[in-house]
């Protein structure tokens, strides 16, 4: 989840201020633009990944 922490930071352009204040001091509204980025990018993921499946969602449950 880092990777794409980062990776949705890149795109938004925050790494500058990430790198010199730190995530902890990142502003609420900073952090819920990468949280919601993030679940857009992994929503994405999802669908595609259903799409190619034909809809099916292999779950392990053990």
């Known amino acids: ?4 922490k980062q990776e949705v930071a890149d ?3 925050l790494e500058g201020g990430i790198e010199k204040r730190g995530w902890e001091n990142m ?5 819920g633009k990468i949280g ?3 679940v ?5 993921f999802a669908e ?3 799409d190619e499946r ?3 969602i292999d779950v392990d449950e053990g």
Do not use: A, P, Y
């Open 40 to 44: 857009k990018k992994m929503i994405r």
């Open 54 to 56: 034909d809809g099916k």
């Open 11 to 13: 795109e938004l352009l």
């Open 36 to 38: 919601g980025n993030m």
């Open 1 to 4: 989840m880092d990777s794409l």
């Open 27 to 31: 502003t609420t509204r900073e952090v």
């Open 48 to 50: 595609k990944e259903m």
